[in-house]
């Protein structure tokens, strides 16, 4: 089949290239000049199963009660007069009950987990280097009642087969020396050996790359505007997808199928084809900070609970990142939120790195009320979805690359999910 993916990230990159793996004739179309220029640019660098819990949680509503009108808080809503982010709102409300947040972490963590499997499969195959480090993720508490509130997640992530396990503050110190500054503040935390960090920019141009070289071909600064469709009923289907060069210049590509990993912006193409998605753009920002004293910054990859950041080391550079702003498609930066990054990540590791000359980002977490992407068919019969990851595009991005090239095929996807 010849098959157009829609978006370069690494949800589209990982399509691609397990598309033409299967044996399909590939093209993969995104606006900007290359691979993973947006939400996939500069994230926390996390693989992480361990921590699957969605946003949408029991304990989520009175958090977010609490953090309104407080510029730097976790979770920011700005409530708009937009009616997808009310819809949103309150469809994230309903997924807040002990037991649909059960059922989504159960989702979750078995696409996370192949997923992960995959991507070591990939890295193995390709050699594609990318600061990855396998020293797991330690997850640090410095709020008691957050720490006890952890526990039943935790006994359900070891339910699951993901081994996170519950750990003392000494223990937490012996795994990550660099957090000794702050021990008398930790009251305990949990560990995952199996989990990975790396940079999921460097990846997805490595990706990319190898597409390249097994005959993907890449339309760079292509926007697409529409999708042309012809049928009805079961019979309806994408007939072509319009879209505008960086030269003005319009053109109609046409294809068997057609995979939309667009992120954010995949409910706006497809609403005109009566298509709903619950997607909602998360604002999240990162801080890249230059290491300048190695003894004194992690190796381990880390989740700071009550600040709701992830920490990782890049090779020479920490990549701080977290928070999420409900605030429609804007990535303007804002100031508050970026100096309370660095100030937080200075009082952990005083001396560590460059703080004066800190990179900040902002991207577009393609956010569904329940953290579970959309991947597989849709009414049309050669459009198929896989978007709507959330912060755990990079944890989920090879396995969802990996499933919709199964289902294109016309064979079920190894996990179930």
């Known amino acids: 089949m010849k098959v157009i993916v829609l978006g370069a990230g690494i949800i589209g990159t990982a399509s ?29 660098g996390q693989i992480s199963v361990s921590h699957a819990e969605p946003w949408a949680n029991p304990s989520a509503p009175l958090k977010v009660l609490q953090w ?22 309150m469809a994230f409300l309903r997924q807040c009950t002990p037991g649909r947040t059960a059922h989504n972490i159960r989702q979750i963590v078995a696409i996370a987990e192949y997923s992960r499997q995959t991507l070591q499969s990939v890295r193995a195959e390709t050699g594609i ?32 087969g993901c081994p996170r396990q519950t750990v003392s503050a000494d223990d ?34 490595g ?24 049928g009805t009923g079961s019979a309806a289907r994408i007939s072509g997808v319009e879209v505008i060069d960086d030269h003005g210049c319009h053109q109609i590509l046409h294809a068997d199928g057609v995979v939309l990993a667009m992120g954010s912006f995949s409910p706006r193409l497809l609403k005109p084809l ?17 290491v300048l004293d190695p003894a ?69 977490r393609p956010l569904t009320p329940s953290n579970v992407p959309y ?16 912060t755990l595009g990079w944890t989920m991005g090879c396995g969802s690359g990996r499933a919709i090239a199964e289902i294109v095929s016309g064979r079920r996807p190894d996990v179930d999910f």
Not at 322 to 334: F, V
């Open 16 to 44: 691609a290239w397990f598309l033409q793996k299967a044996g399909h004739d590939v093209t993969l179309i995104d606006r900007q000049p290359g691979a993973a220029q947006e939400t996939s640019f500069a994230n926390g």
């Open 375 to 390: 991947i597989g068919r849709t009414k049309y019969a050669n459009l198929y979805l896989n978007t709507g990851h959330g």
């Open 207 to 230: 990706l990319a790359d190898k597409c390249a070289e097994a005959g993907v071909q890449f339309l760079f600064n292509h926007l697409v505007t529409r999708l042309l469709t012809e």
């Open 274 to 290: 009566g298509i709903d998605l619950m997607i909602y753009p998360g604002k999240g920002y990162s801080a890249t900070y230059r």
């Open 296 to 364: 004194l910054a992690p190796r381990v990859s880390l989740t700071d609970d009550g600040h709701k950041l992830v920490i990782s080391r890049l090779g020479d550079r920490l990549r701080v990142a977290g928070t999420c702003e409900i605030n429609g498609y804007s990535r303007e930066l804002n100031p508050v939120r970026c100096e309370a990054i660095t100030r937080r990540t200075q009082a952990l590791f005083p001396g560590a790195c460059d703080y004066e000359q800190a990179q900040y980002w902002a991207g577009l």
């Open 68 to 89: 309104l009108g407080h510029e730097d808080a976790p979770l920011l809503f700005r409530l708009r007069p937009e009616w997808l982010q009310w819809r949103w709102g």
């Open 172 to 205: 937490v110190i012996r795994i990550e020396p660099s957090l000794a500054p702050v021990r008398h503040k930790i009251v305990g935390g949990d560990f995952t050996a199996t989990d990975e960090s790396g940079d999921v920019h460097a990846f997805t141009v």
């Open 129 to 160: 280097r990318y600061d990855a480090e396998t020293r797991g993720i330690l997850h640090f508490y410095t709020d008691p009642r957050e720490f006890e509130q952890s526990l039943p997640a935790a006994q359900l992530m070891r339910e699951l």
